[in-house]
Structures are given as structure tokens and as C-alpha cells.
């Protein structure tokens, strides 16, 4: 199976627009932190999946500049532009990311990519408290999907929200489709107190405040040491804590 990395990514944000090319830390953005990671953490192939949109000319010229592979497709459409993507790069098996995640777990990455590699799963994912790390606010995981899956659910039903989120019709009918699930790291599980998928400007200050402490010290920072910050630090917590009540998914 030729397994590739789709990163989703717009400028288009409404609650933080372009948050992902804003400066994050030593000049970088979140993009750059994000595709920096996954080059140092695999040899497949990374395309940044975004629209056909003007609004996202900025982030395509951003990304070519830099030598990395861009798609345009649709705006509304996710679970197409996915499939799109994976077709025109030759890519069988996907291991699907979103592109406000800068703290991408890469031990994680990898554990998915060899289970990935050794499973005849529609769909793999991680599992915290129960639920798809995808329905959590940690922003820690990817998640993986074959391309024969993803156009099986996009002939199956017209649902706005499946063709918005890509894969939940997929999780949600283990009925009908293979599914796996890799547990999340016991020291996390329980934990309903860590956001940092950054949606917000609040979210992006948390975010950099973390990401700056801890990269004083070193860059490749464990999940375990991010936690550990986290958990020193009250206020930011409340703030996390007060944003998930927000935004429960």
C-alpha cells in the first residue's frame, strides 16, 4: 500500500484568519512547525490539501515557494478534496492531519503508519476516553483511511457533515466498514482538561506559550513533557478548560 500524508488546510478561518501563517515561534508559522515534523518523522510523501479558493492563493504560493506538494480542491467538499488529492498523488492509504496542529504527536504518527502497513483496516485511528481522537480537543493524532474507503462513503450518502469532516460516516458505521483503533498513552487517558488544536486567538496564545517554554530547551518535545507543562501551569489550564466547555464537539 502506497500511504501518503494529506494535510487539511484553508486560510479562510472565521474565528482566526490565516492563523496557520501567522508568526508562531522564531519566525516560523504553524505550518512550517507542522511540515517540519512530519519530514523529520517519515519518508512519505506530504501534500497539503487545500482550496481552489482566491482566499487561499497566499498559502498555495507560501507552501510552492518552499518545494512542498499542494492540492486545490473544493471548498465545501472535504471528503472530494481528499479524494482528489490521494488520486492524483498515487496515494492508496491516507494518513489524513489538520493543519492547526503543531503539537502533531510523531511517535503516534509512526505507531499509525506501521499499523497502517500491516492491516486490512478501512480506517484506523486513536482512541482517548472512549472517543475518536478526532472528536477530542488535544490536537495530538492523525488518523488513517484508505481511498476505496473514503469513495465508498462519498457514494453512500449526501450527508453535509460527511462530506464536511471526511471520515465520520466511516467511524460511525463500523457496520460497514473495517475500523481499528489504537488506545492513547494511559498517562492521558482520563484527561479532559488539554486543547491545543488552535482555533481561536486565545488558542493560538496558549499554544505559542507552550510551544515556546518548552522548545527553550529542546525542539522534539515528548507528548509526556507538553502534559507535564501543561499541568504546572493552572491558568493555563482554566483557559484551556473554559475554551472546551465552549466548543464542545
Known amino acids: 500500500m502506497n500511504i501518503g500524508i494529506i494535510i487539511q488546510a484553508r486560510l479562510g478561518s472565521t474565528r ?13 508559522t504553524i505550518i512550517d512547525i507542522l511540515m517540519d ?6 519518508t512519505s510523501k506530504v501534500v497539503v490539501a487545500t482550496t481552489t479558493d482566491t482566499s487561499n492563493d497566499l498559502l498555495v504560493k507560501y507552501l510552492q515557494d518552499k518545494g512542498e506538494l499542494v492540492f486545490r ?7 472530494d478534496r481528499f479524494i482528489n488529492a490521494a488520486e492524483e498523488h498515487q496515494l492508496d492509504g491516507i494518513v489524513r492531519i489538520c493543519s492547526d496542529n503543531p503539537f502533531i504527536d510523531t511517535e503516534g504518527l509512526g505507531k499509525l503508519i506501521e499499523k497502517a502497513q500491516n492491516s486490512k483496516a478501512d480506517y484506523i ?17 492523525g488518523e488513517f483511511v ?12 449526501d450527508s453535509a457533515q ?21 488506545e492513547c498513552p494511559d498517562f492521558i487517558q482520563g484527561r479532559n482538561d488539554i486543547r491545543l488544536t488552535v482555533d481561536t486567538k486565545e488558542d493560538f496564545a496558549n499554544a505559542q506559550q507552550v510551544y ?27 483557559s484551556m478548560r473554559r475554551i472546551i466547555t465552549q466548543n464542545t464537539k
Do not use: M
Not at 18 to 24: C, H
Not at 73 to 79: A, F, K, M, R, T
Not at 162 to 182: F, G, K, L, N
Open 37 to 42: 515534523k512530519l519530514h523529520q518523522a517519515t
Open 162 to 182: 460527511a462530506h464536511e469532516h471526511v471520515t465520520i460516516h466511516i467511524y460511525s458505521h463500523p457496520e460497514e466498514y473495517q475500523c481499528e483503533w489504537i
Open 73 to 79: 480542491g473544493s471548498e465545501n467538499d472535504v471528503l
Open 146 to 157: 484508505t481511498l476505496e474507503a473514503l469513495k465508498k462513503a462519498a457514494a453512500s450518502t
Open 212 to 238: 515556546s517554554d518548552l522548545a527553550k530547551t529542546h525542539r522534539d518535545f515528548s507528548l509526556k513533557e507538553i502534559v507535564s507543562y501543561i499541568d504546572q501551569h493552572e491558568d493555563l489550564k482554566s
Open 125 to 141: 485511528g486513536f482512541r482517548i476516553n472512549g472517543l475518536p481522537s478526532i472528536k477530542t480537543h488535544f490536537g495530538f493524532w
Open 16 to 28: 482566526l484568519p490565516r492563523k496557520i501563517l501567522l508568526p508562531f515561534y522564531a519566525g516560523q
